[in-house]
């Protein structure tokens, strides 16, 4: 799912694109995108873009006399710039936003079509559609606090619900929490404030890095949870850039959490699911351990 710095690096280059154009036309694909009616669609059609913002993970498309077009992503959702009037072939292609020197096309791999659009009128439609999660470049290191001790739960949930922190997802968690050298399991409850001090400084790191990063003078296409210069996310079984040692994961339903053993757990290998129905009793406490069970012979 794209997350704070991807969506920060597509407003960056729609703004350029779109940003005092008029929208002309609005073209579906897919039944199942549009999920409101009020305003209507065509009442964004021959209408000046004039803002753009992020609300959470959300893209939101403003035109005049205050009606916004917001788009959610989800998980396999991508935006295009193509040709003018470009054609919208294949199921992939959910929509297209048409102006006169271009057209936003919306993607959606896979058969699940979870990305959204959302017609609304104003501020408050804004604000209904927003989660509520503190956004980190404007928080205070007090606020920041508040939010990570609003409930007591371990810090990779923490870190990706978004009534709680504006913009992570499972992707960039793992970035920060490995920046900040921090378990995932760890119980907000049981953080010192040093650990929260390092934790709201690795978290604007880690995204202002990425943003300046994926910055390009292009169009970002091939958007991406998976990249090869991240330390711990999606590199299950390589070693990490710290220390060398493997990392290792935790595997809950379609999500996996990685992590390093050394930088983050102090040596202990978290419990994976999978990994213990296999293991039973037997399940390693060590990354050694985990090494010896799994050596051939």
């Not at 209408?47 to 998980?75: Q, S, T, Y």
């Not at 710039?81 to 297209?96: E, F, V």
């Not at 989660?131 to 920041?144: H, K, N, V």
């Amino acid at each position: 799912m794209p997350e704070y710095p991807d969506i920060t690096v597509y407003l960056e280059a729609l703004e350029g694109l779109i940003l005092g154009h008029t929208l002309e036309q609005v073209r579906f694909n897919s039944p199942f995108l549009l999920r409101s009616l009020e305003p209507p669609v065509s009442a964004a059609v021959g209408k000046k873009v004039v803002a753009l913002r992020r609300i959470g993970k959300r893209i939101a498309i403003g035109v005049e006399n205050d009606v916004w077009l917001v788009l959610h992503l989800m998980i396999a959702g991508r935006l295009h710039w193509k040709k003018p009037a470009a054609k919208l072939g294949g199921r992939q292609m959910l929509c297209a936003f048409d102006f006169c020197h271009g057209a936003l096309i919306l993607t959606e791999a896979g058969t699940k079509k979870r990305a959204s659009l959302h017609m609304v009128q104003g501020e408050q439609g804004l604000q209904a559609l927003d989660p509520g999660g503190l956004e980190i470049f404007t928080a205070t290191l007090g606020q920041f606090h508040g939010a990570i001790m609003s409930e007591n739960h371990t810090l990779k949930r923490t870190l990706t619900d978004p009534r709680v922190l504006s913009g992570i997802g499972n992707a960039y968690s793992d970035e920060i929490l490995h920046r900040a050298k921090l378990s995932p399991v760890q119980l907000t409850g049981k953080m010192t404030s040093a650990q929260v001090e390092v934790l709201f400084d690795a978290t604007k790191r880690v995204l202002t890095e990425w943003v300046a990063r994926l910055r390009s003078p292009d169009f970002p296409e091939g958007v991406t949870a998976f990249r090869p210069e991240m330390a711990a996310h999606g590199k299950f079984g390589q070693p990490c850039p710290v220390c060398e040692s493997k990392i290792q994961r935790i595997r809950y339903a379609n999500t996996e959490t990685n992590y390093c053993v050394t930088c983050q757990t102090g040596g202990k290998l978290l419990a994976d699911r999978s990994l213990s129905r296999l293991l039973g009793k037997d399940f390693p406490r060590t990354l050694e351990e985990l090494e010896a069970k799994l050596r051939p012979g």
